[in-house]
């Protein structure tokens, strides 16, 4: 069973990658866990949103595609499902007694394409609150590693 943090550009903050990689060496503890960065799109000046949506949609299809059928896509996504820390820790528990692979996307700054959301299995909200696109991979490594953490009936939840 691996989870697939997989993101929109690379994560340039120097106390996000501090913060990321800290969370990342603690989850892979617990389970096998790595980070995927799709590149950023060039000349998107030039785009619409849609268009944007669309070309970071089939990249990040393509990112998956030898995983589709053996693993869920879950976007993190602000319609998504919101969650405390327990009900996340369930649900991750639930998606592993399953087996399959897991991929969490962040995508870009306009959401996913039609084509993404069509392939998730699921849309996970972090926050009613807007975070950056960088924020929010420290944030979910850190309620992920949390919730390997309640899983495992150990102390860091309080």
């Not at 995927?36 to 998107?44: D, W």
């Not at 996504?77 to 007694?97: A, C, I, W, Y």
């Not at 692979?101 to 870009?108: A, K, N, P, R, S």
């Not at 960088?134 to 590693?145: D, G, K, P, S, T």
């Amino acid at each position: 069973m691996k989870v697939t943090l997989l993101t929109v550009g690379k994560t340039v903050v120097p106390w996000v990658k501090e913060g990321l990689a800290l969370y990342t060496d603690r989850i892979r503890h617990y389970l096998k866990f790595e980070i995927r960065e799709i590149p950023e799109l060039k000349g998107v000046a030039a785009m619409s949103r849609e268009q944007v949506k669309d070309k970071e949609g089939e990249l990040i299809l393509k990112a998956i595609a030898g995983e589709t059928g053996k693993a869920d896509l879950i976007l993190l996504d602000e319609r998504g499902k919101q969650m405390t820390s327990v009900e996340f820790s369930d649900s991750l528990q639930r998606r592993l007694n399953i087996g399959r692979d897991l991929v969490f996307v962040i995508g870009g700054a306009y959401g996913f394409s039609k084509e993404v959301y069509d392939a998730a299995s699921g849309m996970i909200s972090l926050s009613k609150m807007t975070f950056s696109h960088q924020m929010v991979r420290a944030i979910f490594a850190e309620q992920l590693y949390r919730a390997c953490t309640i899983i495992k009936g150990e102390p860091y939840h309080h």
